[in-house]
């Protein structure tokens, strides 16, 4: 099993920027895939973004060119990098491991306009 603790979250202005963390315990982390996604209240979780164990990333169409997904797998951590944050981009952000199919508690972020 991993556990995936998430932090970064926060209140941002529109055009502001914000870090999220997931930090994954447990040794299996540098061959997962591992994700973003977020979600709003009365809506599915959706995929913000993915990066797979060689590097690759995906991103929603929503946010390419504003969020930036990144791994360290010696500190067993992904970032997802977010800036020119809009009001549209409030939700709570998860964290996904792609190999347990575990999620972290969930971060809140809220962009004010």
């Known amino acids: 099993q991993v556990q995936l603790v998430e932090s970064g979250g926060g209140l941002v202005q529109a055009g502001g920027s914000l870090r999220l963390s997931c930090a994954a315990s447990?040794?299996?982390?540098?061959?997962?895939?591992m994700a973003w996604y977020r979600q709003t209240p009365g809506n599915q979780r959706e995929l913000v973004a993915g990066?797979?164990?060689?590097?690759?990333?995906n991103y929603a169409d929503s946010v390419k060119g504003r969020f930036t997904i990144s791994r360290d797998n010696a500190k067993k951590t992904v970032y997802l990098q977010m800036s020119s944050l809009k009001p549209e981009d409030t939700a709570v952000y998860y964290c996904?491991?792609?190999?347990?199919?575990?999620w972290g508690q969930g971060t809140q972020v809220t962009v004010s306009s």
């Open positions: 990066i797979s164990d060689s590097g690759n990333t």
């Open positions: 447990g040794s299996i982390f540098s061959i997962s895939f």
């Open positions: 996904y491991h792609g190999l347990f199919r575990s």
